[in-house]
């Protein structure tokens, strides 16, 4: 069975968003991202990955995948029958690519990494400079659309969808851009992001950062 | 004809080596990062892309793809007899995704990208803290291996060999990682990664950041 490490409401959301799309079975072991130990075993989980960061999804032969643009292209390509990613081959799955990085370049390695976890508040607001526009652009361009990329939703929804529920917790107002909040609206309208998100939000309320 | 937008010695030199590696010809266009305009025209660079920054990869039909984790894997499948990516659906194209993905947070906007554009020192050296173990991940995979995937030169290295090359000036010694100051070297021995620095390197005195 598919295992998937994750810190409740963390990146890790949008691979577990993608697992339930699926509608596959996977063990969720819930890791520290602070003590770097597996909760349910106490285990210690540089041991599973040497980059001690989640996702990481844990194949039945022991290895490990990690980085949400690689981990959410091979859940959606475990069932393509449902085109939670466009075929290969197809150019639509270089714009799902190109949205991958986007949301963990600019989103989240740009903006809610340094928020959430520097120390010093210059080097929080030098993370900052460049946030409004980087929410610009994702707003632009589902100005006119449903979806980031095609007509239907992709892991790069998934993907989108975490990272603007921790827009609000990082001091950044979707109000100022409404396709966005329209957006992130219609996204938790769907039965497996509620889910995904209810049961992450229960187990957050279980820990201390 | 493609068009590449570049800045010299940028990101953006990953997918000149790509480019060049496939054999494939191409338009260079410079643009300065800083005023947004393409050199030899004048004209404004926000109208190429409303993210401003580099590489931008030009199709025939005016679509420009951004983000070199979509571009690099598009330039590769443009020659797939040369085995610069994994074939699609093989199991090491989700390794090459994990690694764009891991160079592109962690080494460019992780830790490239505040040391050469946060003003603020404190700043910098939050962004500085994590970059000795994200070097060693890197350093520890190549310690018995020759290229980041499977056993020949892909994308993911022309992306690593330009990131390498910047963590000198960015104050991060390679030394310290004999198995990465070796790779680069090996990496530097390649014909069209030799042309393509020499190329950037002399472009970049002609022009002033």
């Not at 339930?20 to 819930?30: D, K, P, Q, V």
């Not at 508040?121 to 632009?140: F, L, N």
């Not at 361009?141 to 095609?150: F, Y």
């Not at 001091?171 to 998100?197: C, F, K, N, S, T």
Request: charged share 20%; glycine share 6%; hydrophobic share 50%.
């Amino acid at each position: 069975m598919l295992q998937l490490y994750f810190w409740p409401m963390a990146c890790s959301l949008a691979s577990r968003i993608a697992l339930l799309e699926t509608g596959i079975e996977a063990r969720y072991h819930l890791v520290h991202l602070r003590s770097k130990k597996i909760l349910e075993t106490g285990a210690d989980f540089w041991a599973i990955s040497a980059k001690g960061a989640v996702p990481v999804l844990m194949f039945e032969d022991g290895q490990a995948l990690t980085e949400n643009a690689a981990v959410l292209q091979y859940i959606a390509d475990l069932r393509p029958d449902l085109c939670l990613a466009p075929a290969f081959g197809e150019p639509d799955r270089y714009r799902l690519q190109e949205w991958l990085s986007f949301v963990s370049t600019e989103i989240h390695k740009g903006f809610l990494f340094p928020t959430f976890w520097y120390t010093d508040d210059a080097a929080k607001a030098s993370a900052r400079e460049r946030i409004v526009q980087t929410v610009s652009i994702v707003a632009a361009h589902l100005e006119a659309r449903q979806h980031l990329v095609g007509e239907g939703f992709t892991v790069a929804d998934a993907f989108l969808t975490w990272a603007l529920l921790l827009l609000g917790p990082a001091g950044i107002d979707l109000a100022g851009w409404p396709p966005l909040a329209d957006y992130l609206r219609r996204m938790q309208q769907r039965p497996h992001v509620q889910e995904a998100v209810a049961i992450e939000r229960e187990l957050r309320k279980t820990v201390t950062f």
